[in-house]
């Protein structure tokens, strides 16, 4: 009797690893162990107590079981566990032909792997290897001895072949109250995407009145799809969202396409475009669009729900082709805005560039640097002058001393720039050209000692650079501004030739940048726990060139001082003050600290100060109230306009298999404007949102925000590595 | 005070492999630059590496700092992550997966667009600049560690 020799072999637990393996075929073996094995008849054997029969990758377990050898036909009886993959199915009665997978289970209680997800059904039929049919089902992610939510079924099919689940007469009820229903619904079985509605997302704004949306997800082909989302606002009617997404081999991009045919409060249909596409022509050789229209000015401010697109001011449209040539590159660009203007506070249009086209080259030859940059731009302007500007900048720049602890390095380089005036020439500018040399010596050290503090071993250095800049003085007073304005002093900025931005003006030099850094990194691994730096810039003769007048300029610039750092794993702490030394008060400063001692727990405190101009405060956190209530807001207020400028204040409870976030947001959309809303989501892990979604508010404006009901980070890593 | 001046102390390992999700960034051009002023040998393929350095993300992200009164941006926060990991061929860790960030904040004015383009430019190649320095800093002074 050739079972008997197979059971003897088989006292191997079920190996996780059998799980890679391929699906049973008639040809795989059976294996059947028990308390007690019976030979009825020819191919019959009956397995009493503790009864387990093994096929690769499965295993059936029950008080007894009955297998047909010749017709692969098992009965198993009282307890019986089928389980594939670490997915289990339980149930008091299985029928299974094991070769063509025909059978059927009653009252089967289920649990599946991946999610954690469980279920039951009155019946389970299995028609064949890749088709199930379920009645009266239910499923749901709560644990064992938790039904806060579940999804029930009239019917459910599973096709394995399609990886289709289909569901007839669906709803979820929630604390034993029904709260979803949909008469007919089908569903992915993988991460495989799928035509469908999504969940319907509601909510209200000051500025819309409620707000429903039932957004449609088109698949079209796997690179193409489609997302049509219909939105009613009680206040102003419907506007339908349109997105469009694509992706081939050499290109790819996305539309929207939003129309609001009749605003009720506006009196008027509005619409937005945006359209991105990147193309790749040929080697080296790429193209890009970006493509952004709004009706009307306001369209921003009363229609969308965040702080990063009611700011928006200037939306681009341009078009870019550029050539990447290794050691040197090349790009057209033609650029417009459309300004969107606040009635309260109008700003001037920026220049278009019709066209922009740069060069750059950068090559090593015998130990120097040389470098190329050229520009040419067509400025165009519907009131103010029109002009072409072309810009030549060649340089070179030769290391005389290379070593990690010290390093001098000069350059020299011409900055030439020709002017071509055109419209609009209101106070009858002549064409005009301006050619300056520039030379610029930048040089350091580097000193470490080794140093133990606070029990910990550190390394600290001691890096101190000196930068100076010498560019002759040259009257600009009757040269156009295009593109260029003065640049904020930064320890960026310190170390650049320029005191400007852009090429209209070139700053006269004569000046040395002082700066120290002092770092302190970890031994072990070199990384950084604190970085503090100091710089300050002296002019041998005081900088004549200055948009601002009357020119307030000195020998002496404002002092930088920077603290920052990952003080601890906990504390992350980041700070900047700018000092001005001839008036002898503070320009500037901010500082920002951070504490997240664990993922979840959160408090940022931030305070910043621009003299004259700015005092806000910004507050946030995220922190575990009681039980499983957690509170999550912000507060950013600004002292200098006595005005808050966005507050946000939510709980959110978070149940093992649901969580309800309650979150209320007011910002400031423009002068005297503000938009106030609310977000109501209850989440069925692994199954559905409902409601309006703060998630993205939420990780925009609490720095370190943590969605509280992700799966924990090493499930998901095991996955990877 | 137990300064002295920086050594040629070198990098722990000799050869290594730099495995980028996209190889034809600027930042990735710096740093095989700068790997190779460290006399770092790069190697085309990771058998041969004392070192895999792998570069999983590349982002640049732009956030909002402080906002007018008047609800239009005055100031910006630009963030430059780069995941990192450094292992060798027995799968031990040099560096463990960490995402490395560093911030930005510059004053923003929507009527000086065309100069802020520029601005912003600057700031994204001294951070590029920064990250380049701040991974070589990590490698010299990193160590195979014990399997975990």
């Not at chain 1, 299995?126 to 579940?150: G, I, R, S, V």
């Not at chain 1, 920052?564 to 030394?581: I, K, M, N, Y």
């Not at chain 1, 006595?642 to 298999?657: D, H, K, T, V």
């Not at chain 1, 692994?686 to 499930?715: A, E, H, I, M, Q």
Request: proline residues 5%.
């Amino acid at each position: 009797h050739n079972a008997g020799a197979e059971v003897d072999m088989l006292a191997l637990e079920m190996d996780r690893t059998f799980m890679a393996m391929p699906v049973p075929t008639q040809e795989t073996p059976a294996f059947v162990e028990a308390d007690r094995l019976v030979g009825k008849q020819q191919n019959q054997i009956e397995a009493i107590g503790n009864a387990i029969l093994r096929k690769r990758g499965q295993s059936i377990k029950a008080d007894r079981l009955l297998y047909f050898q010749d017709t692969q036909d098992v009965d198993a009886q009282g307890s019986v566990v089928v389980e594939q993959d670490g997915n289990t199915m339980s149930g008091p009665h299985l029928i299974l032909n094991l070769d063509t997978n025909i059978g059927k289970m009653e009252q089967p209680v289920f649990y599946l792997a991946e999610n954690d997800g469980r279920g039951s059904a009155d019946v389970m039929l299995f028609q064949d290897k890749q088709h199930y049919t379920l009645d009266n089902a239910t499923y749901t992610t709560c644990p064992a001895d938790n039904e806060d939510w579940l999804l029930k079924m009239k019917g459910l099919e599973i096709d394995r072949e399609q990886q289709i689940g289909t569901a007839h007469h669906a709803w979820v009820e929630f604390m034993g109250a029904p709260i979803l229903y949909s008469p007919w619904m089908d569903f992915p079985l993988n991460d495989q995407r799928k035509s469908g509605f999504l969940a319907p997302v509601f909510g209200s704004t000051t500025k819309g009145g409620s707000d429903l949306m039932v957004p449609y997800y088109w698949n079209i082909a796997p690179n193409r799809d489609a997302t049509i989302a219909p939105r009613v606002m009680t206040k102003r009617g419907v506007l339908l969202n349109n997105e469009f997404r694509y992706l081939e081999s050499g290109y790819g991009g996305e539309l929207h396409m939003d129309v609001l045919p009749n605003d009720a409060l506006a009196n008027r249909s509005r619409t937005r475009i945006a359209l991105t596409h990147s193309q790749s022509i040929a080697a080296g050789l790429t193209g890009y669009v970006n493509l952004n229209r709004v009706s009307d000015d306001a369209y921003l401010r009363d229609l969308a729900d965040s702080v990063n697109i009611t700011s928006q001011v200037n939306l681009v449209r341009e078009g870019l082709l550029s050539y990447n040539g290794g050691w040197w590159n090349t790009t057209a660009r033609v650029q417009r805005y459309q300004t969107l203007q606040d009635p309260a506070a109008p700003i001037g249009v920026p220049y278009a560039r019709l066209p922009q086209l740069t060069v750059a080259a950068q090559r090593y030859a015998s130990g120097a640097n040389l470098a190329f940059a050229g520009e040419f731009v067509d400025f165009s302007h519907p009131a103010a002058l029109n002009a072409q500007r072309l810009v030549i900048n060649p340089s070179v720049s030769y290391p005389l001393l290379s070593d990690p602890a010290f390093y001098l390095t000069p350059k020299v380089g011409i900055h030439s720039t020709h002017y071509v005036m055109g419209a609009n020439n209101a106070a009858a500018l002549p064409n005009a050209s301006r050619t300056l040399p520039i030379f610029s010596m930048d040089s350091g050290m580097a000193f470490e000692r080794d140093w133990s503090l606070a029990g910990g071993n550190y390394l600290h250095t001691l890096e101190p650079r000196v930068f100076y800049v010498y560019v002759p003085y040259r009257d600009q007073a009757q040269l156009p501004n295009f593109d260029s304005a003065q640049a904020d002093f930064s320890f960026v900025q310190m170390f650049a030739e320029n005191r400007f931005f852009g090429s209209d003006r070139v700053g006269d030099a004569n000046h040395v940048t002082l700066a120290m850094t002092s770092r302190l990194m970890e031994q072990a691994n070199g990384m950084e726990r604190l970085k503090v730096t100091l710089g300050e810039r002296f002019s041998f003769s005081p900088p004549r060139v200055n948009f601002i007048t009357p020119a307030t300029s000195t020998n002496r610039s404002d002092i930088l001082l920077a603290v920052a750092g990952r003080v601890t794993d906990a504390w992350t702490l980041d700070s900047e003050a700018q000092f001005d030394p001839n008036q002898s008060h503070t320009q500037r400063y901010n500082i920002a600290a951070r504490y997240r001692p664990e993922a979840g727990k959160v408090v940022n405190l931030g305070y910043r100060f621009l003299r004259n101009t700015l005092r806000h405060a910004d507050l946030s956190a995220q922190w575990p109230l009681s039980g499983r209530w957690h509170a999550v807001g912000r507060w950013n207020y600004s002292f200098q306009d006595n005005r808050l400028l966005e507050a946000i204040a939510g709980l959110e409870y978070n149940q093992s298999c649901w969580m309800l976030r309650l979150v209320a947001q007011r910002f400031t959309v423009g002068t005297q404007q503000a938009n106030t809303g609310f977000f109501i989501q209850l989440e069925l892990n692994d199954l559905v949102k409902v409601g309006s979604d703060p998630l993205s508010l939420l990780k925009n404006s609490v720095s370190g925000y943590t969605k509280l009901n992700d799966r924990p980070v090493d499930k998901a890593s095991k996955v990877l590595r | 005070c137990g300064f002295h001046l920086r050594g040629h102390a070198g990098m722990p390992f000799s050869t290594l492999y730099l495995n980028a999700a996209n190889p034809n960034t600027p930042f990735i051009a710096d740093l095989r630059q700068n790997l190779t002023v460290n006399n770092i040998k790069l190697v085309n393929s990771a058998e041969k590496a004392d070192v895999i350095l792998s570069i999983e993300s590349e982002v640049l992200d732009k956030q909002i700092l402080s906002l007018s009164g008047g609800g239009r941006v005055s100031e910006f926060q630009l963030f430059y992550r780069v995941s990192v990991r450094a292992y060798d061929n027995q799968q031990r860790d040099w560096i463990p997966t960490e995402i490395m960030e560093i911030r930005r904040d510059y004053s923003y004015d929507d009527t000086k667009i065309l100069a802020k383009e520029q601005e912003e430019a600057m700031l994204v190649q001294s951070m590029r600049t920064d990250m380049v320095q701040q991974i070589i800093r990590r490698l010299s002074r990193s160590k195979a560690l014990p399997p975990q």
